[in-house]
């Protein structure tokens, strides 16, 4: 293997080095986030064909199969350190404390923080289910069809209108955004700490953007299943 | 005034722990609670039961021996305090205090309260020094520090060595600890020639030694008896990636 | 009671102990003896073991040093770590004479505030070499990255420090000791790294190993499996710190102790000048009997806080409301030149004497104020919180009180040891191959130690006289193959081994924490801050049958094979006990009041010390003679060729 190679497998296999890939992949997978709540927010949108449009357009990216494989790296890279790291912390003290509590302020230990591989994990489970449910769900063939500038393209906006009929798509999906917010809640500032760009003064900024953001995106999702539910 | 004790009791490594009862009747407030535990084992000798073993020495904050969980909280309830300098005029009568000795596999417990916490001085010898022989060292005012450099330094080289921050870290990341000696020596002009050997031997020591990793819950920073600021772990991790990339 | 007297309050024989101060000028002496000293071949050095017995500042800078020099170290403490020991608690500073601050500051100036601070009982050859050196250790701290407090220049800020007239003390907030510590501890880490230097931490040594006449190695108790252990080498550097402790309640950290230099004792090595004990003014007053230890306010305090008691003994106001005609501002009254900046024997003692009159305040009536009240008013808040927050922080977390507000209750505790074993100016014992470094010794400070000035003769031990005075005694002595084989290890284990084991068959009816605390009582009622004939027989007899008490009535918890901290304090005040009564002897027999000893006999009309040049410009060196026999004492006369003793005034 190359020198380069060695030392960057070197930086994997160090504590810092994991955290320095939580980092980049928690905040490369929240910039994904944001793109995948534009393009949610399209079903708002005055011109009705906005949300099928947009899906179309990002699917027919010469480059889509890179940037989905980029994702799945992502992920694939983010679940695996996370993984490692919580099993790590487990090892580090298999006996825990009859009492333990947090000393409050200013440590950062929440709910949010303690709960990053449980709210890891259902996202997971929940990506699973999603792909399958949209990704590789329906299409033309099943006859979810629009025509755009006289092209055929699917028709997700039906699909997703129809998913969210059911009770368990429209009660779930928020439940699981609630989470991500949740995870996102520790984890924006967290992701930036890790990266190493924080001091003492930008620390409690951050922190409280973080809170923010993660709120904006869990509350972002989550209006798309309710509306639909309740407004069809 | 009367407190109730819930402390760990273990004879031995190897052996089984469990949380003993104990009642201090005429508790002073004035009493640091180290000096609640003397009170309590002078008790105990004279009935003829072992004391409690627990590490203390300069008691004023300083030395870093002391270190017991406290309420579930390292050092206890007052931030800033190592727990040989927390009063008992923070607690109220008839309060149960559970005390238990730190917990992480890094630091195995020789005794009731006492643990092994030599991992740190082995993650030091990695790396957290500017190598200097006696004698050739030039003048002391022969390398201008800036005021502010000086004092952060000082704010990170404050670290005690006691441990609170691994007990306390849901993880127990020696992170902190760590952190703080790289990030002193990284802020003055002395330590800048070894700092990227200095930074990658000493992570490398932590990691060894079973720590685990740090999710940045910054409980270290809140339980830290002089309160040193976790952008010295971020500090750390800058320092790591300069030193991987230009190596 | 009918006291005997002791024998040796009779003339002592003049039997001459030399220092082996190398002749020539003072301001070469050093050189001189550098110039000469033998060395000790590169090749060779690791062949020689060194045992370096504590981790303070002495024993971390001496380690560090010898370690570099490529001799085999190996280096032990109580504490888990080398990181702990006591001198990490200095708050205040460390002297040098840099001259930094352009304010007149000399060598020469330092030696001689040295000399005449111990009151003319200290060496001046050794004293001069001190001054000297200082500077180099500013130097070496800083290449460590120990960082002292420094001007917005970006260059190193110093302060002027107990009294001294020219501001020669460097320092880190009020961490010195620790950040020096931290920075020999760190360059010994490196040793180790290095594979030079073995550390082994929890090691509590209960034995010098004596052959041929040559300390060649000690025996210890490993404080985790109770087992004890013997480590031979090429000699032997005692470097384990003072032993305030005697007075059990000293500003001294739990572990430190006697117990090294005591067994040293037994074993040969002269022990000089035990009585000299400072007392430092201001630290934090006893609150109850469970108290445990006493908290040094740093004497910087005095700067700008104004030492007070209220005129009228049954004055019961709180300080807030007794009017400025009613208290008395006894160190400015007394003192008008240095006022509430005397040094600090005289203000120990001078609270002390108001406290004796009934004036004290608090609740026991053992304490005096220390107002910041007018230096608020002058200064403002913030100037005071700049200079003193974390020490009154640490005030207000001990008393519950906020000196900003209330005016801090103080009182002299029990602080230093200027005595120790007596060691020549190659800081070698009367055992060949045993040397002493640090506050373990009695060398530098003579019958009072001057602020800042400890630490500075702690690293001037270690890095810089011991390396050049250890290399003449290992490449000049004749030493044979030894191996912990030899019978004297046994013997010497044995004897170790022995005592333990008598301490828990005793099974008696008191803690070693209880004899403790009474040992403590007598010797700070007797043998403290003021000392009379009759008090120091009395306390001498008292020691004794309370000696004699313990080893048939002490209860020693627990089991020797474990960790057993009850079992290591007990074998300590069992050494206190015996050290308690030479100190006493020792005070008995220096008639004459100097530095931190102050007999009531001998004192001027206005009640302040009075030293006796003529017959006690000696260091007292007692040679232990048996278990139960009165120490011999010896004599190392102090000869003073270039300052001329005078009488200290601070009027
Ligand atoms: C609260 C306080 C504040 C002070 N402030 C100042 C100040 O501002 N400026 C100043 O100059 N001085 C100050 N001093 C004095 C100074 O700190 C000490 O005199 C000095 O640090 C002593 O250093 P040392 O290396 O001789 O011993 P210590 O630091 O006491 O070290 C003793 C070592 O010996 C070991 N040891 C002891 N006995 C044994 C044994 N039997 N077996 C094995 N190991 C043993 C211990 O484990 C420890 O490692 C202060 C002292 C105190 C108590
Ligand atoms: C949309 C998907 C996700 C996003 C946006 C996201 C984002 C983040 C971010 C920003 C962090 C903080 C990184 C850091 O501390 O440096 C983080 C941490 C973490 N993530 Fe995710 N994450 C996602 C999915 C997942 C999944 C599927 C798992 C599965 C296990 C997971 C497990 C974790 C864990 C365990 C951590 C904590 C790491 C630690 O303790 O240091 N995450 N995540
Ligand atoms: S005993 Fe030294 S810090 Fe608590």
Redesign the pocket.
């Known amino acids: 293997m190359s020198q380069t190679g060695k030392k960057l497998l070197a930086v994997f296999r160090s504590s810092i080095g994991r955290k320095l890939l939580t980092g980049v992949t928690g905040l490369a997978l929240v910039v994904f986030l944001l793109e995948h709540l534009y393009s949610n927010l399209l079903y708002f949108s005055t011109d009705p064909d906005a949300y099928n449009e947009n899906a179309h357009f990002l699917i027919s990216l010469d480059l889509v199969y890179v940037l989905e494989l980029g994702l799945l790296t992502f992920f694939v890279v983010h679940i695996i350190v996370g993984v490692s790291i919580y099993l790590r912390k487990r090892k580090a003290r298999p006996d825990g404390y009859a009492k333990y509590q947090s000393a409050g302020k200013p440590s950062r230990q929440s709910l949010s923080s303690r709960t990053m591989i449980v709210t890891g994990l259902v996202l997971l489970a929940f990506l699973v289910i999603h792909i399958i449910s949209f990704k590789y769900g329906p299409g033309i063939e099943e006859g979810f069809v629009v025509t755009i500038d006289g092209e055929p393209v699917r028709d997700l906006k039906r699909l997703l209108e129809e998913k969210f009929q059911h009770p368990a798509y429209a009660f779930g999906y928020p439940f699981v955004m609630i989470l991500l917010g949740f995870h996102l809640r520790h984890g924006i500032w967290s992701a930036f700490q890790s990266l190493g760009a924080m001091n003492p003064r930008l620390t409690p900024v951050v922190y409280t953007l973080g809170g923010v953001l993660a709120v904006l995106i869990a509350v972002g999702f989550l209006v798309l299943p309710l509306w639909i539910f309740f407004s069809t | 005034m009367t407190v109730h004790l819930r402390i760990w009791r273990q004879a031995g490594p190897d052996s089984p722990g469990r949380l003993a009862e104990y009642t201090v009747e005429d508790v002073n407030e004035h009493m640091s609670f180290l000096e609640l535990l003397d009170v309590l084992n002078e008790k105990l000798i004279t009935e003829g039961e072992e004391p409690i073993e627990f590490d203390n020495d300069?008691r004023?904050g300083i030395c870093g021996s002391c270190g017991l969980m406290v309420g579930g909280v390292a050092h206890g309830p007052q931030p800033r305090t190592a727990i040989c300098q927390l009063h008992m005029r923070h607690f109220n009568d008839g309060d149960t205090i559970v005390v238990e000795p730190w917990r992480a596999t890094a630091f195995p417990i020789i005794k009731d309260l006492v643990v092994d916490r030599s991992a740190f001085d082995r993650i030091m010898a990695a790396g957290g020094y500017v190598s200097v022989k006696t004698g050739g060292a030039p003048d002391a005012n022969a390398l201008p520090v800036t005021k502010e450099d000086a004092d952060l330094a000082m704010d990170y080289a404050s670290c005690i060595g006691c441990g609170a921050c691994v007990a306390a870290c849901p993880n127990s990341s020696a992170s902190l600890f760590t952190a703080s000696k790289i990030a002193h020596l990284a802020m003055l002009p002395q330590g800048t020639p070894e700092r990227r050997r200095r930074v990658l031997n000493m992570v490398d020591q932590m990691e060894a030694e079973g720590f685990g990793d740090c999710s940045n819950h910054a409980e270290c920073e809140a339980v830290c008896p002089k309160g040193i600021s976790i952008s010295a772990i971020a500090l750390m991790r800058r320092e790591y990636v300069r030193a991987v990339l230009s190596s | 009671m009918e006291i005997a007297e002791p024998h040796v309050t009779e003339r002592p024989e003049r039997s001459r102990l030399k220092a082996r101060v190398p002749a020539g000028r003072l301001q070469d002496k050093w050189d001189v003896y550098k110039n000469n000293a033998k060395l000790v071949n590169p090749a060779n050095k690791r062949k020689h073991t060194i045992i370096i017995?504590?981790?303070?500042?002495?024993?971390?800078?001496a380690a560090a040093t010898l370690g570099g020099l490529g001799y085999n170290i190996k280096s032990?403490?109580?504490?888990d770590s080398?990181r702990?020991?006591?001198?990490?608690?200095?708050?205040?500073?460390?002297?040098a004479a840099k001259n930094y601050p352009n304010d007149g500051d000399t060598i020469w100036r330092l030696f001689y505030d040295t000399i005449k601070g111990g009151d003319y009982r200290s060496r001046e050859g050794n004293v001069y070499r001190l001054a000297q050196i200082s500077n180099n250790i500013i130097d070496q701290a800083v290449a460590q990255g120990v960082p002292f407090a420094r001007e917005y220049g970006g260059l190193l800020d110093n302060r002027s420090?107990g009294g001294a007239q020219v501001s020669r003390?460097f320092?880190a907030r009020g961490q010195?000791?620790q950040q020096?510590?931290l920075g020999a501890y760190q360059a010994m880490s490196h040793q180790i790294q290095e594979g030079r230097v073995e550390m082994l931490?929890r090691?509590?040594?209960?034995e010098l190993v004596v052959i041929d006449g040559r300390a060649r190695g000690?025996v210890?108790r490993n404080l985790v499996t109770g087992e004890l252990e013997r480590h031979v080498g090429d000699a032997v550097l005692?470097?384990?710190?003072?032993y305030?402790n005697a007075y059990y309640l000293?500003?001294?950290?739990q572990?430190?102790?006697?117990?090294?230099?005591w067994?040293c004792h037994k074993r040969g090595a002269f022990f000089a000048n035990p009585c000299f004990t400072q007392i430092?003014p201001t630290c934090i007053p006893v609150s109850g009997d469970y108290q445990s230890k006493l908290?040094?306010m740093?004497?910087s305090l005095r700067n700008d806080g104004r030492v007070w008691v209220p005129k009228d003994t049954n004055d019961a106001r709180p300080p807030s409301q007794i009017p400025e005609g009613e208290r008395d501002y006894y160190l400015e009254r007394r003192y008008p030149s240095f006022g509430n900046l005397v040094p600090r024997d005289v203000a120990s003692r001078a609270a002390k004497a108001v406290t004796d009159e009934g004036l004290g305040v608090g609740e026991t009536n053992l304490a005096v104020y220390l107002d910041f009240r007018d230096a608020i008013e002058r200064l403002g808040r913030q100037a005071i919180e700049d200079r003193y927050g974390n020490l009154f922080e640490m005030y207000e977390r001990i008393t519950g009180d906020t000196p900003y507000e209330v005016p801090m209750r103080i009182f002299p505790a029990v602080?230093?040891t200027m005595g120790g074993l007596w060691v020549d100016y190659e800081l070698m014992t009367t055992v060949p191959g045993l040397f002493v470094?640090?506050?373990?010794?009695f060398s530098d400070h003579g019958a009072n130690?001057l602020?800042?000035?400890?630490?500075?003769?702690?690293l001037a031990?270690?890095y810089f006289v011991i390396p050049y005075t250890l290399g003449g005694y290992i490449a000049g002595a004749e030493l044979g193959d030894v191996t912990i084989g030899h019978s004297t290890f046994a013997d010497t284990e044995r004897a170790a081994g022995e005592r333990l084991r008598r301490l828990l068959d005793v099974k008696g009816g008191k803690t070693v924490a209880e004899f403790h605390r009474e040992l403590g009582q007598i010797m700070w009622d007797h043998v403290g801050m003021s000392r009379n004939r009759d008090g120091l027989l009395q306390a001498a007899e008292a020691i004794r049958r309370l000696r004699d008490e313990y080893w048939q009535n002490v209860n020693v918890a627990g089991r020797n094979d474990t960790l057993n901290k009850n079992l290591e304090f007990a074998g300590?005040v069992g050494d206190f006990l015996e050290l308690g009564e030479m100190m006493a002897l020792d005070a008995l027999h220096r008639e004459e009041s100097c530095g931190g000893h102050f007999r009531e006999e001998h004192k001027t009309a206005e009640g302040e010390a009075l030293r006796d040049d003529d017959d006690f410009a000696y260091v007292a060196a007692w040679e232990h003679t048996g278990d139960h026999a009165r120490p011999q004492l010896h004599r190392e006369d102090l000869e003073f060729e270039y300052v001329r003793p005078s009488t200290r005034s601070y009027k």
Not at chain 3, 84 to 95: F, K, L, V
Not at chain 3, 250 to 253: E, I, P, R
Not at chain 3, 437 to 441: F, V
Not at chain 3, 451 to 458: E, I, T, Y
């Open positions: 300069c004023e | 017995v504590g981790t303070g500042l002495a024993g971390a800078s032990l403490c109580i504490q080398a702990r020991a006591h001198s990490i608690a200095a708050q205040g500073g460390i002297n420090f003390t320092y010195t000791g020096l510590l931490p090691r509590e040594m209960l000690i210890t005692l470097c384990t710190g003072g305030g000293s500003t001294n950290a572990n430190s102790n006697v117990t090294a230099a067994r430092h908290t040094l740093s004497e602080h230093y470094l640090g506050e373990a010794n130690r602020g800042a000035s400890a630490l500075m003769q702690g031990d270690g300590r």
